[in-house]
């Protein structure tokens, strides 16, 4: 029988990973069906308690869950970090930033076949800075620098080496000279087991700074665009969520349980 109600979604990603999210109500409607009820004649009938469940989600927890599939649905080769010079851009001010950020990567788009996937962070000074997933023909240069596993910024080369002398655990840093806004760092992904050249990590890694604070005070959660996938293959079950793996959480203010498991990931 065709149902249009389900309390089961499984995201299927290109890596065999399989994102499962059960709740123990049918919340699901991924056709938009609206049902009208006659309740003065069916006072015991129930109406599912998803039909609009999708668009009563918080913003922020739905804006996460598309950057992240984002990420892992598209190969990207660097992850760049962007900085503001003070004297060009002000950091302090979403409005200003935005206006900078959206002309510079429109024209990357165009010019140098960018794609990205970009999550804004907000420091506790109160500026703003972007951590970004990019693939595309970009003007790097050697910044004289490596990551590496001791210290959570970039060194310079050759006390690096005095740090850390396993020359494997060293990650190159770059600088991205198509940003003339400020500063930029840019690092190639290597390849993880995950088959998609780290993303995995990556992708929880950039939209762990999609906090809380951020949602108070940017209306912009993050920036994409480029010749990206975006959409998921998708699979929607109705399913005993007893029998679920799973830890179970109550959401707050509902009578709603939901338990999220991933399969797949090693």
Same mark, same amino acid.
């Given at each position: ?13 290109? &890596? ?19 049902? &009208? ?9 129930? +109406? ?8 009563? +989600? ?100 050759? *006390?690096?080496?005095? $740090? ?10 770059? &600088?991205?000279?198509?940003? *003339? ?5 840019? $690092? ?13 990590? $990556?992708?929880?890694?950039i939209t762990k700074y999609m906090t809380k604070d951020l949602c108070k005070i940017l209306k912009h959660y993050y920036y994409a665009g480029g010749h990206l996938i975006r959409d998921v293959e998708t699979e929607y079950k109705n399913v005993i969520f007893e029998d679920m793996d799973g830890i179970p959480v109550e959401i707050k203010g509902t009578e709603l349980q939901v338990k999220y498991c991933v399969r797949g990931v090693f």
């Amino acid at each position: 029988m065709f149902e249009l109600y389900y309390n089961q979604r499984i995201k299927k990603y290109p &890596n065999g990973v399989e994102y499962v999210t059960t709740f123990n109500k049918t919340v699901f409607n991924p056709l938009h069906h609206k049902k &009208n009820v006659d309740y003065s004649e069916r006072d015991n009938f129930r +109406l599912p308690f998803g039909p609009d469940i999708e668009t009563r +989600l918080d913003n922020l927890k739905r804006s996460r869950e598309a950057a992240f599939d984002i990420a892992l649905l598209n190969n990207f080769d660097w992850f760049v970090t962007l900085t503001f010079n003070d004297n060009i851009v002000n950091a302090y001010n979403e409005d200003d930033v935005n206006r900078v950020v959206k002309k510079f990567f429109d024209n990357m788009v165009q010019r140098h076949d960018l794609k990205y996937l970009c999550v804004p962070e907000l420091h506790k000074s109160g500026r703003i800075h972007l951590h970004c997933l990019m693939s595309g023909e970009l003007d790097l240069i050697d910044s004289g620098t490596d990551l590496i596993p001791q210290r959570k910024k970039p060194v310079e080369r050759e *006390k690096s080496f005095r $740090i850390c002398p396993d020359v494997s655990k060293h990650k190159q840093v770059f &600088n991205l000279l198509n940003w *003339k806004r400020g500063w930029s760092t840019a $690092i190639k992904f290597t390849k993880c087991d995950d088959g998609l050249n780290g993303t995995m990590a $990556i992708a929880k890694y950039i939209t762990k700074y999609m906090t809380k604070d951020l949602c108070k005070i940017l209306k912009h959660y993050y920036y994409a665009g480029g010749h990206l996938i975006r959409d998921v293959e998708t699979e929607y079950k109705n399913v005993i969520f007893e029998d679920m793996d799973g830890i179970p959480v109550e959401i707050k203010g509902t009578e709603l349980q939901v338990k999220y498991c991933v399969r797949g990931v090693f």
